[in-house]
């Protein structure tokens, strides 16, 4: 088995899972490669820790039959843009906080590896959004995808912008508020729903378009088919706004023509056979903790 090891973060937090993993894909035999920054940041942290049997990764290839991240949510979203559409499921052990997509916890590592080199696991496929803008933005083009959600934000400026927006090229509103988050059903649980947002199961054939602190209170989320194509055009008082991809910001000037619609491909994520997105939604956000239930 090939195994690739994404992280961002070697600290308290991360140090004895990183430790764990390692060993454990060591007596395993595993052929492991960490990506170069997150090796380098090792380290720099943990110089007495000896990793030289670990091959590093800049890209990925199809050979890779794993990618592990080890972090939270936000890690997960940046490992994905080195899987992009080649196809190569990823798993998540959880040194964040809420972890949806993260669902490893630190003291389940090693069952959870091994369970993965015995096929105990099914293939959860969640879609994408994509976006293209007119003019092009050349932060965007490259990596023009997203996971959780593409949002766009008010910039310097307390005052609100107004978000033109149109379904399937009809118009639906302008949404007077702080921003407007386009949201897949791997984002319910995200962004989206810190705002107000509807929790959508990952095999949902939806997105969610939620505002954002709206002025207009009528404003509710709303959830549409995922064939949908978006179109967004941002007002106000200021000449910029942002856009955000996941984790990834870029500026975008007053007027630009914003085209969201579901990516050609999909990510395909690891879920173990113990765990369970309904069991990760009671657990997060605590439905259990009423003993009615």
Same mark, same amino acid.
């Given at each position: 088995?090939? @195994?690739?090891?994404? *992280? ?5 937090? $991360? ?6 993993? #390692? ?7 595993? %052929? ?21 049997? #670990? ?5 990925? %290839? ?18 994905? $843009? ?5 196809? +190569? ?53 490259? /990596? ?18 107004? @978000?033109? =927006?149109?379904?399937? &090229? ?6 007077? !508020?702080? *921003? ?11 962004? !989206?729903?810190?705002? *107000? *947002? ?11 378009? =939620? ?16 064939? $949908?194509? +978006?179109?967004?055009?941002? =007002? &106000?008082?200021?000449?910029?706004? /942002? ?7 870029? $500026? ?8 969201i619609k579901k990516a050609p491909f999909k990510i395909k994520m690891i879920d173990l056979l113990n765990e369970s997105f309904l069991d990760t939604l009671r657990k997060k956000l605590l439905w259990g903790e009423d003993k009615r239930n």
């Open positions: 088995m090939k @195994v690739a090891v994404f *992280g961002r973060f070697y600290n308290k937090t $991360t140090s004895s899972s990183v430790e764990t993993l #390692f060993n454990y894909l060591l007596k395993k035999d595993v %052929d492991a490669y960490i990506e170069t920054e997150f090796y380098n940041i090792i380290k720099a942290e943990a110089p007495n820790n000896n990793y030289s049997n #670990f091959k590093t990764f800049d890209d990925l %290839d199809k050979s890779f039959d794993l990618l592990v991240s080890v972090g939270g949510d936000g890690t997960i979203l940046r490992a994905i $843009t080195f899987v992009k559409d080649i196809d +190569i499921p990823i798993i998540g052990i959880n040194t964040g906080r809420l972890g949806f997509l993260a669902t490893i916890q630190v003291d389940g590592i090693e069952n959870a590896i091994q369970d993965i080199i015995d096929g105990k696991y099914t293939i959860s496929e969640r879609t994408l959004l994509s976006v293209e803008t007119v003019p092009e933005n050349a932060d965007i083009t490259p /990596l023009n995808f997203a996971l959780n959600e593409i949002a766009v934000n008010r910039k310097n400026t307390t005052s609100m912008i107004s @978000v033109e =927006t149109y379904l399937n &090229g009809e118009y639906l509103t302008s949404y007077w !508020s702080d *921003g407007l988050i386009v949201a897949s059903p791997t984002g319910s649980t995200g962004y !989206s729903l810190s705002c *107000g *947002g509807p929790v959508i199961t990952p095999d949902t054939n939806s997105f969610i378009l =939620t505002p954002i602190a709206p002025h207009n209170l009528s404003a509710r989320p709303l959830v549409i088919p995922d064939s $949908t194509e +978006i179109h967004l055009k941002v =007002t &106000g008082r200021e000449d910029n706004h /942002l856009i955000s991809l996941d984790s990834r910001i870029a $500026t975008l000037d007053n007027n630009t023509l914003i085209k």
